[in-house]
């Protein structure tokens, strides 16, 4: 089996490539940051692996990855679009602006983009899974983090409407919604985080919620019934529970590089 995954080189993405090896299946691992990367193939367990140092919104250098890797390997069977940031925000602040933006391209339309190429040859073949990772933090919108609650709660959306769309074809769509994992993206909440998992037990999970091809699937079960709970809160209940919650902290004025501060 081939497996295409982004944000290869940390965090999730790093876990699920992990996981995809060690059961035996040829990957194609797209990441920003070669260096790091290509250390993670060398050392990964199996053959034949494919590394990517792309940019994943640099649509055309994403889709040159995909084809080639299309080409290599012939049928790809899951295409797992995890490249993903996040940093506090706020709108009142005019230099935020840029960053509400890169979360957007990043965690949305890059995975548009990933899912691209692929479809037309999954049609062809009736068969393939497309997997978009979401948030439980896209259930509701958080406090001081608008850009990456918007943003996942548009993928969450994004991928239903794929799923349907692809109905009838052999293409699936699986959404994932993780809670908290371990990982360089929540190394410095400055807050608890409940259920916390590793990021190699988050893969375990992720990929067998990806083999029985789960429309969607909150990971672990524990935030499954926290993010039912928040989605029925009346309004009025919601806001005086999350207006004094902490938040995740912004970049420092300091900072002019989004990119290169917290993307994979």
Not at 57 to 85: K, M, N, P, Y
Not at 186 to 207: G, I, Q, V, W
Request: proline share 5%.
């Amino acid at each position: 089996m081939a497996v295409f995954i982004t944000g290869a080189s940390s965090g999730i993405g790093r876990a699920l490539a992990l996981e995809y090896a060690l059961q035996g299946h040829t990957l194609g691992l797209v990441a920003r940051r070669g260096d790091r990367l290509g250390e993670m193939v060398a050392r990964l367990p199996g053959s034949g692996h494919k590394a990517y140092p792309v940019d994943v919104t640099d649509r055309s250098a994403l889709h040159a990855a995909a084809r080639q890797f299309i080409d290599e390997v012939g049928q790809v069977d899951i295409v797992i679009a995890s490249a993903g940031v996040s940093a506090g925000t706020l709108t009142e602040t005019g230099e935020d602006f840029e960053i509400f933006r890169d979360i957007f391209m990043i965690n949305v339309m890059a995975m548009m983009a990933t899912f691209e190429p692929f479809i037309p040859v999954m049609k062809s073949h009736k068969c393939g899974t497309l997997v978009g990772i979401a948030s439980v933090a896209g259930v509701r919108g958080l406090p001081g983090a608008g850009a990456y609650s918007a943003s996942k709660s548009a993928v969450k959306t994004y991928c239903e409407s794929l799923r349907v769309e692809l109905a009838g074809t052999g293409v699936d769509v699986v959404t994932v919604a993780p809670g908290y994992v371990e990982s360089e993206m929540t190394a410095h909440n400055p807050y608890s985080m409940p259920f916390l998992l590793s990021a190699d037990e988050f893969a375990k999970r992720c990929a067998r919620a990806i083999g029985n091809r789960k429309r969607y699937a909150v990971i672990p079960w524990q935030m499954a019934i926290v993010s039912r709970l928040m989605a029925v809160l009346p309004d009025w209940v919601y806001d005086r529970l999350a207006r004094n919650a902490p938040r995740k902290p912004r970049l420092s004025a300091a900072v002019k590089n989004f990119s290169d501060k917290v993307r994979k």
